[in-house]
C-alpha cells in the first residue's frame, strides 16, 4: 500500500453539511407531510443570464467548426476575459494599478484557494477569522501548516476572534502572522467591511512583511458605497494582497464554474536562501504546470457578464438575492433576535442570545416551523450561538419562512 499524506488523518469529516443534511432528511422521515424550507443552502437558485447563455451557444458553435475550432487556451485565460475583468471590476471603478497580466482566470474561487498553498512556504503561519469559511482551515490542514488539533482548535493556526460587540470584525493578532485570510462581504456572518477597517490590515501587513488572501466572493452584493468591494481600493494594498473572486454567486456560475484570481507584479516573496521572487512569475508557473485553463465555452459566457445586459442582470439577481435577505433580517429583528448582514450580503447572521448553542437553534427553526438553518458553531467556537440563513433561496420560499416564522413568534 502507498504512504498517504498523514494530514489527512487528522482532518474532521466534513461534519457541517451533511450533519444538516442528516438531520434535515431525519425529521423528513418522522413527519412525512410536514413541509422543509431550506434556508441554510450556499448555493444560488436564479438561472444563467440570457446573454450568457447565448455566448456559450455561439462559443459551442465555434468549436462545432474547424475553421473555428480551439483546443487548449492560455492557462492564465483568454486576452478576452482577463481584459473585461480589468477594465469592468477594476479600471472603471477608480481601481488603478492592476494589469490584465496581473488576472488569473480558473475555474473558481475554492480551487484557487486552496492552490494558491502550492506558493508559500510550508513553514507559513496561517491566519484565519473565526467564525470562517471552513475551507482556509482544512487547506491548511492538507498543507501541514495546521500543526494539531485540540480542544478543536489547531496550534499552529492563529484564529482572529470576531465577536458581536465588535460587529464580528476580526481583531489584529498578537503574534505575527505570514498568511492572513480576509472574507468580506463575509461567510457567513455576512458582514462588509470599511475602507477604514481594510486600512488596518493592509498596514499591518505593510508593517510585518505578510500576504493577505482577500476572498470577495461577494463583492457584487455590497451597496453602500463606505464599504470595500476590492482590497487594491486601499492604498499599498498591491503590495501585499492577492484578491479571489468568482462569478459564482453573482452571476450563477456556481456549476458553470469560473473565477479568477489577481496577483499583482508589486508582491514579492522570498526564498530560504533569502533571494527575491515576483509571487505572479510563482503562480503562473504553477498554473501553468498544474491547470490547463477554465473551458472556452465558460470563459465566453463569462465574458457577457461585462456586456451592458449581463451587467445589468448581475445586478437585479443581486438585488433579488438581497431583497430576499432583507426579508429575513426584518423578520428575525421583529422577533427580537440579534441579527447582522443582509444588506451588503446575501447573508443573514442572526442568534436570540438567550445561552442556546448552535445545535439547540437549528432544532427549533426545523421542529417547530420547519425550515432549516446552517449551524453557527460549524463555522468555529465564534460562531455557536448563531445560525446562517441565506437569501439565495426564492423569493416566495422566503416569503413563506418567514411568515411561517411571524405566525410562531410575531
Ligand atoms: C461560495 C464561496 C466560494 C467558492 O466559490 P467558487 O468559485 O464556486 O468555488 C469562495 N469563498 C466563499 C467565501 C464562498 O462562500
Not at 447563455?53 to 468549436?63: F, Q
Not at 510585518?208 to 482590497?231: G, Q
Not at 448563531?386 to 423569493?395: A, D, I, P
Request: with cysteine.
Amino acid at each position: 500500500m502507498v504512504e498517504v499524506n498523514d494530514n489527512f488523518r487528522q482532518l474532521p469529516v466534513s461534519y457541517l453539511f451533511s450533519e444538516v443534511g442528516r438531520r434535515v432528511a431525519a425529521f423528513r422521515n418522522d413527519f412525512p407531510d410536514r413541509d422543509v424550507i431550506r434556508m441554510d443552502i450556499g448555493d444560488v437558485t436564479r438561472p444563467l443570464f440570457p446573454s450568457v447563455v447565448t455566448a456559450m451557444h455561439e462559443a459551442v458553435d465555434e468549436l462545432s467548426s474547424a475553421r473555428s475550432f480551439h483546443g487548449y487556451g492560455p492557462e492564465q485565460g483568454y486576452g478576452f476575459l482577463r481584459e473585461a475583468i480589468w477594465r469592468n471590476d477594476y479600471l472603471e471603478r477608480g481601481v488603478l494599478g492592476i494589469e490584465p497580466s496581473d488576472i488569473f482566470v480558473s475555474d473558481g474561487a475554492k480551487s484557487d484557494l486552496g492552490n494558491l498553498g502550492d506558493i508559500y512556504s510550508r513553514n507559513c503561519k496561517v491566519a484565519v477569522m473565526n467564525p470562517a469559511y471552513p475551507v482556509y482551515v482544512d487547506d491548511s490542514v492538507i498543507d501541514g501548516r495546521a500543526g494539531s488539533l485540540s480542544g478543536g482548535k489547531w496550534d499552529r493556526i492563529i484564529y482572529l476572534e470576531c465577536d458581536p460587540s465588535d460587529s464580528f470584525m476580526p481583531k489584529l493578532p498578537s503574534e505575527r502572522a505570514d498568511i492572513i485570510f480576509l472574507c468580506f462581504p463575509n461567510n457567513p456572518t455576512g458582514v462588509a467591511i470599511t475602507r477604514e477597517e481594510l486600512k488596518k490590515w493592509v498596514d499591518y501587513a505593510r508593517e510585518n512583511d505578510s500576504l493577505i488572501i482577500y476572498d470577495s466572493a461577494y463583492e457584487a452584493f455590497v451597496r453602500n458605497p463606505e464599504m470595500v468591494r476590492s482590497i487594491y481600493e486601499i492604498e499599498g494594498a498591491s503590495q501585499v494582497a492577492i484578491e479571489v473572486r468568482s462569478f459564482s454567486k453573482t452571476a450563477g456560475f456556481t456549476g458553470l464554474r469560473c473565477g479568477y484570481t489577481v496577483v499583482p507584479k508589486d508582491l514579492k516573496g522570498r526564498y530560504a536562501n533569502g533571494e527575491e521572487v515576483s509571487l505572479n512569475t510563482l503562480w503562473n508557473r504553477r498554473q501553468t504546470t498544474k491547470f490547463n485553463g477554465c473551458s472556452y465555452i465558460a470563459q465566453r459566457g463569462a465574458a457577457a457578464i461585462y456586456t451592458p445586459e449581463g451587467m445589468a442582470d448581475v445586478r437585479a439577481t443581486t438585488y433579488y438575492y438581497l431583497g430576499n435577505a432583507a426579508l429575513i433580517k426584518e423578520a428575525f429583528e421583529t422577533i427580537g433576535f440579534k441579527s447582522y448582514g443582509g444588506d451588503n450580503s446575501p447573508y443573514v447572521w442572526t442568534s436570540p442570545c438567550d445561552g442556546r448553542d448552535s445545535w439547540e437553534i437549528f432544532n427549533m427553526f426545523l421542529y417547530e416551523i420547519g425550515f432549516s438553518t446552517t449551524p453557527g458553531s460549524g463555522f468555529g467556537s465564534m460562531g455557536d450561538g448563531f445560525v446562517r440563513l441565506t437569501g439565495f433561496n426564492s423569493r416566495e420560499n422566503t416569503e413563506k419562512a418567514m411568515s411561517m416564522l411571524m405566525r410562531r413568534f410575531g
